[in-house]
T-cell receptor, first 112, second 116 residues
C-alpha cells in the first residue's frame, strides 16, 4: 500500500463548479498534513496546511479525518487559474527532519 | 530574496557521464532536500540535510551523492549517469529551530535531466 494515495484524475470541471479531492495515508502516526499545488512543468508550492478541526482559505476548504486516515480538499467557484495538479502531502515523522511524503497528485482542468 | 535557485535548468547526459546539480537558498534555512519526480509519480526524497556538515539518505539515494559545506548550498552529484536517472530534480529548503517548526518546504524551479 502506498504511503499517500490520491485519485490521479483528471477532473474536468466547468468554471464556477465545486470540486473535491480525496487522499488517504497509511501511517496512523502521521503528524502534519498539507495540500501543495503544482502547475505544469513548475515546482510544487504550498497551498494550505490541514488542521484537525478543518480549515478554510477563501474558496479552499481542507478537512482531516484521523480515524479514517483521510484528507480532503474542496474548491468552490472554480477558476480557470485553479487548473493544476494538487498534491496531498503528509509528514509522518514530525520533529527534527521535516521530511514529507508526497502523493502522486490529482490533475484538475477547469474549462471555460 | 531569490528563494531557492537551481542550475542548470536542463541537461542531457550520456550514459556513464557525471555531473553536479547546483542548489542555493538565501532564506537562511537550515534544512535542505533533494527530490526527483518521474512522470505520474510523486516526489521521491533522494537526500536531505539538517544543517551544514550533516547529510542523510532519503528514499532513493543510490547513484547520488551530496555535500553541505555551507548553509546556503546543497549540490547533488550524479556519478556514472544511467537512463533510470532521467527525471526532474527539485531542491527544497525549510526552517526549523527548537520550539518552532515550519514544515513548509520551498522549492526551486527544478532541473530536467535526460540520460541517453
Amino acid at each position: 500500500r502506498k504511503e499517500v494515495e490520491q485519485d490521479p484524475g483528471p477532473f474536468n470541471v466547468p468554471e464556477g463548479a465545486t470540486v473535491a479531492f480525496n487522499c488517504t495515508y497509511s501511517n496512523s502516526a502521521s503528524q502534519s498534513f498539507f495540500w501543495y499545488r503544482q502547475d505544469c512543468r513548475k515546482e510544487p508550492k504550498l497551498l494550505m496546511s490541514v488542521y484537525s478541526s478543518g480549515n478554510e482559505d477563501g474558496r479552499f476548504t481542507a478537512q482531516l479525518n484521523r480515524a479514517s486516515q483521510y484528507i480532503s480538499l474542496l474548491i468552490r467557484d472554480s477558476k480557470l487559474s485553479d487548473s493544476a495538479t494538487y498534491l496531498c502531502v503528509v509528514s509522518p515523522y514530525g520533529g527534527a527532519t521535516n521530511k514529507l511524503i508526497f502523493g502522486t497528485g490529482t490533475l484538475l482542468a477547469v474549462q471555460p | 530574496n531569490a528563494g531557492v535557485t537551481q542550475t542548470p535548468k536542463f541537461r542531457i547526459l550520456k550514459i556513464g557521464q557525471s555531473m553536479t546539480l547546483q542548489c542555493t537558498q538565501d532564506m537562511n534555512h537550515n534544512y535542505m532536500y533533494w527530490y526527483r519526480q518521474d512522470p505520474g509519480m510523486g516526489l521521491k526524497l533522494i537526500y536531505y540535510s539538517v544543517g551544514a556538515g550533516i547529510t542523510d539518505k532519503g528514499e532513493v539515494p543510490n547513484g547520488y551523492n551530496v555535500s553541505r559545506s555551507t548553509t546556503e548550498d546543497f549540490p547533488l552529484r550524479l556519478e556514472l549517469a544511467a537512463p533510470s536517472q532521467t527525471s526532474v530534480y527539485f531542491c527544497a529548503s525549510s526552517y526549523s529551530s527548537s520550539g518552532r517548526t515550519s514544515y513548509e518546504q520551498y522549492f526551486g524551479p527544478g532541473t530536467r535531466l535526460t540520460v541517453t
